[in-house]
């Protein structure tokens, strides 16, 4: 079993469309977790770290489910510039941990 | 604004020459990383190193190996490259006492044939 796994996609959705991504993991001792966002042929960049609580940024919000080792990522209102890949990343003793990442294509 | 930079966007090389990938970044940061990532497998961790002259083993380091002379700079060495090392490397840095976000270069697309 991979320690962080997503669903690849692709999510085709348009424009306005609520959208959301789920990321397993394997270590229950997890102690951070973040997503981040990469586009074609570009680095990851930091989209936004994962609070017990959730927590939102704009029209995207993050959950996190201990108790299932899950964590969530949700879009509101799709615009064409959020087609990406988002990645989950999950760490335990600063030893990060990337998911293969879900690709998210807005249509007009 | 934090600047990772890889020396290379684009390289190809032919089977058993040795092949050298740097990483400089620009904000003094005592750790550094370099990740390969190949479609389906995600970012895999080849070797890291938190201070200068220190490395240490990632998941994947067969066949690679690393040099940390100055703080700012990272280089990975491909000692004889052959074709399943063919992929796209990225180097990552940040400051110690995290976990904090990791600043990506623009990653080096390296073709072995």
């Known amino acids: 079993r991979k320690e962080v796994e997503q669903d690849p996609g692709p999510f085709n959705v348009p424009e306005g469309a609520t959208v959301a991504f789920n990321c397993t993991y394997s270590n229950s001792a997890s102690q951070s977790f973040f997503w981040y966002r990469q586009d074609c042929r570009k680095e990851p960049k930091l989209l936004m770290s994962?609070?017990?609580s959730g927590n939102e940024d704009g029209r995207f919000t993050a959950q996190l489910n201990r108790a299932s080792q899950y964590i969530s990522l949700l879009i509101r209102d799709s615009k064409l510039s959020d087609s990406a890949t988002y990645l989950c990343?999950?760490?335990?003793?600063?030893?990060?941990?990337f998911g293969a990442g879900t690709r998210l294509t807005v249509k007009p | 604004d934090v600047k990772v930079t890889q020396s290379s966007r684009y390289l190809v090389k032919r089977t058993g020459e040795k092949v050298f990938l740097e990483c400089v970044q620009d904000m003094d940061h005592e750790n550094m990383f370099w990740y390969r990532q190949d479609p389906g497998l995600g970012l895999r961790l080849i070797y890291f190193?938190?201070?200068?002259?220190?490395?240490e083993k990632g998941d994947i380091p067969e066949g690679y190996s690393v040099s940390r002379e100055k703080k700012e700079r990272f280089s990975l060495i491909l000692e004889s490259a052959s074709t399943n090392q063919t992929s796209m490397y990225l180097c990552?840095?940040?400051?110690?006492?995290?976990?904090?976000?990791?600043?990506f270069g623009p990653g080096t697309r390296l073709t072995v044939t």
């Open positions: 990552a840095s940040t400051t110690t006492g995290g976990p904090y976000e990791q600043y």
């Open positions: 994962v609070y017990s």
């Open positions: 990343v999950v760490s335990w003793n600063n030893d990060m941990r």
């Open positions: 190193s938190y201070d200068v002259k220190m490395k």
